[in-house]
């Protein structure tokens, strides 16, 4: 895409192209724009080989450094998981669990997404796959009852962390957002300065649809980290730009692929240099 040896009209088309085509959002891409343009003045930048490290440079300024999940240091430990039907919420919490079996970690999980049976038995599936145990009640049943219970078997079970399943709610529905809170208010009650970890599962492929997602999971429950799934498809994932740039939330995984294996730690410098990759992984 950048043959050329200097930076001209064309060049900032193309740039501003692939930035938008990944989803960096049009606020974010105009910011960029005008960062590079100062730099190219000031550094005396010449060469397109140059100016798309810069580029590099900038975006890895706007990604949060990840840091460890904060489940150490207390008898247990409960990561609350919200997301969207679809999102991809329910195959991550089992493969977090997975890593964390791997780790030496004894995790149960708590089918909070009572509303639907089927939500019952996928969370069910991923924890025999995972080899972890899975508290669930009947469908319809109150989601709080499910987590005070489950809450009770990992203190019973001596388990070191707790991974709340809940409603694959859509983020406008205002009953279905209050019964997140009220799950949220019962392991504040029942665990000491629980939930420790509230992380909100976004699909790569929705694009700038997350960012008022994360917004508004973000005044409902206070999320602490973001994990993102479904970028082992066309998607880029430049919403989370967006995402870190206006709330301020880490990227804690990244969904690459549907095996146990494929929930990664999120790298930002393996991630710019995704963007600037074609569908074969060579450079753009």
Do not use: C
């Not at 930076?7 to 085509?21: F, K, Y």
């Not at 960029?32 to 975006?59: H, P």
């Not at 987590?147 to 079970?157: E, I, M, S």
């Amino acid at each position: 895409m950048f043959g050329a040896t200097e930076i001209d009209d064309d060049t900032w088309e193309d740039i501003e192209a692939l930035l938008v085509q990944a989803d960096v959002g049009v606020p974010t891409t105009m910011s960029l724009l005008d960062r590079m343009r100062s730099r190219v003045r000031s550094e005396g930048i010449t060469r397109q080989e140059q100016l798309i490290e810069a580029l590099k440079e900038e975006l890895r300024g706007l990604l949060i450094e990840p840091t460890p999940l904060n489940l150490s240091g207390r008898e247990l430990s409960v990561v609350l998981v919200a997301g969207v039907n679809g999102s991809g919420k329910t195959t991550s919490i089992g493969k977090m669990a997975y890593r964390m079996r791997l780790n030496n970690r004894k995790v149960i999980l708590a089918a909070g997404d009572t509303f639907r049976a089927a939500a019952i038995d996928q969370l069910k599936l991923w924890g025999e796959r995972a080899g972890v145990p899975v508290i669930a009640g009947q469908p319809n049943s109150d989601p709080a009852a499910v987590v005070y219970d489950a809450v009770n078997a990992a203190h019973a079970r001596h388990a070191e962390v707790l991974i709340v399943d809940t409603a694959g709610r859509l983020h406008s529905n205002f009953n279905l957002m209050a019964e997140l809170v009220k799950v949220r208010d019962v392991l504040r009650k029942v665990v000491p300065d629980a939930p420790h970890e509230t992380l909100l599962v976004l699909d790569g492929t929705t694009g700038q649809n997350a960012l008022s997602q994360a917004k508004k999971f973000q005044e409902a429950i206070d999320i602490t980290g973001v994990v993102v799934t479904k970028l082992d498809s066309t998607a880029k994932g430049g919403m989370l730009f967006a995402i870190q740039r206006e709330l301020g939330l880490p990227v804690h995984y990244i969904g690459i692929g549907e095996t146990m294996y494929d929930l990664v730690f999120f790298n930002p410098t393996a991630f710019v240099d995704s963007l600037f990759e074609n569908g074969n992984g060579e450079s753009a």
